[in-house]
């Protein structure tokens, strides 16, 4: 089966909406939705987020763009994944344009929850700093690795990278989002 990854801040189309920061109160602890950790009770319950004058796009795509490398999904593309059956969050929040006035109340913030080891390390390209990973350069699935993934996870060597089962992405193709760009992952033969 075909992986892919999921590119969480394409940079297409300039009338899109592209989501800086984190919603409010939540700046100190955007590593957790990024990393795959979980958010529990320290995520607020009217979570605000607000458009910045950085990116002045204001059309909400299935997949808003952001630059912390969160995940974020329109109700539609949301709920194909959570039929996944996979542990993970999806945290609402209101969205604000550049005006402080409601754009949406239809988009959330995926978090899947954990990490899955997939990575051939030998055929990956893994820049290390002693013995803690920096950045994967390139990403070579493991085969073997692959028999028990589920089809959404984050990679152990890089949590934010986010990777979809080729039955993911047909299910979510059948949606005709906006703003999703994949890339098809190389595995190891």
């Known amino acids: 089966m075909d992986y892919f990854q999921l590119n969480t801040s394409p940079a297409v189309d300039p009338a899109y909406c592209v989501l800086y920061k984190e919603p409010v109160g939540t700046n100190m602890l955007r590593y957790r939705m990024s990393m795959g950790v979980a958010m529990g009770d ?3 319950k009217d979570a605000k ?3 910045t ?3 002045p796009g204001i059309k909400l795509p299935s997949l808003i763009a952001t630059v912390t490398s969160l995940l974020v999904a329109d109700r539609r593309m949301k709920e194909v994944i959570e039929r996944t059956g996979i542990p993970m969050e999806c945290l609402p929040f209101t969205l604000y344009d550049h005006k402080k006035r ?13 990490t899955f080891d997939c990575l051939d390390l030998k055929q990956s390209e893994i820049i290390y700093e002693g ?3 920096v950045v994967v350069e390139k990403f070579v699935l493991s085969p073997e690795k692959l028999r028990s993934a589920p089809d959404i996870f984050r990679v152990e060597q890089e949590p934010q990278a986010y990777v979809l089962s080729h039955q993911l992405v047909d299910e979510l193709r059948q949606l005709d989002p906006s703003n999703v760009y994949l890339t098809r992952l190389e595995q190891t033969s």
């Not at 409601?102 to 954990?114: E, K, Q, W, Y």
């Open 49 to 51: 987020w607000y458009m």
């Open 102 to 114: 409601v754009a949406s109340t239809d988009h959330f913030i995926i978090n899947p929850l954990g």
């Open 42 to 44: 320290k995520y607020p």
């Open 53 to 55: 004058d950085d990116a």
């Open 131 to 133: 013995d803690e990973v």
